[in-house]
């Protein structure tokens, strides 16, 4: 699965030079040249890496990533050299790297590698199931950009079900694989319970199917 990145820069040359290295290099690029713009993205997308200028048209960088604070998307910031208080607030809000510009695209292209390492642990660590983003070394699930709020059990089932895309599952199968770790067994009616509301927290981002009297299928 190919790595998604916002880029959020106002000046075009510097950006159409970043598209088109980050593109070569398979990524998938988003580009925004605001604040309002970025916002915006991210309402119906989830990214692995923001890469974010400080200074933009309508604001800063730092609105964009207090905006992915919930979200497991980590975040580059591109600066110029004398953003010194604005870069140790960066840091302390949680980002992972910044580049002062002017900048080589290679060294820029370095530490995106090695930020997508570092915070995905490859792309084993998510899981994709319709139109959510399960991040297992997390433990959390999202739906577009928003946190999923799940139970543990929740988490559990929604997880069965994304490592055995298109298969049939019997509910034996399901009650075995999300038996409480607590070790509490979870009774087969529970289940059927615990799967309606699955169903309720995920929408239409997940189709859950029904097969009568054999057990349930996701695609």
């Given amino acids: 699965m190919k790595h998604t990145i916002l880029l959020v820069e106002d000046d075009q040359m510097i950006a159409s030079g ?10 998938l690029v988003t580009h925004c040249q605001g604040v309002a713009e970025a916002l915006h993205a991210l309402e119906g997308e989830q990214f692995d890496l923001a890469i ?8 800063t960088g730092i609105e964009v990533q207090e905006a992915l604070k919930q979200s497991s998307t980590a975040v580059i910031f591109l600066t110029v050299i004398d953003d010194e208080g604005n870069i140790v607030r960066a840091f302390e809000s949680g980002a992972e790297d910044y580049v002062t510009k002017p900048f080589r695209l290679r060294e820029l292209l370095a530490r995106v590698r090695r930020v997508l390492s570092a915070s995905s642990g490859g792309d084993t660590s998510k899981l994709t199931l319709g139109d959510v983003i399960i991040d297992t070394g997390a433990g959390k699930a999202y739906l577009g950009n928003t946190l999923l709020d799940l139970t543990a059990l929740e988490y559990r089932l929604l997880l069965t079900f994304a490592t055995n895309k298109g298969q049939l599952l019997a509910r034996t199968q399901i009650l075995e694989k999300i038996w409480d770790s607590s070790g509490s067994f979870v009774e087969d009616n529970t289940l059927t319970v615990y799967i309606k509301r699955l169903r309720e927290k995920l929408g239409d981002a997940v189709n859950i199917e029904t097969v009568r009297g054999l057990g349930y299928r996701v695609d």
Avoid: N, R, S, V
Wanted: no cysteine; glycine share 6%.
């Fill in 18 to 27: 970043l598209i088109y290295a980050l593109e070569q290099e398979d990524y």
């Fill in 52 to 59: 974010l200028d400080m200074q933009l048209p309508d604001g």
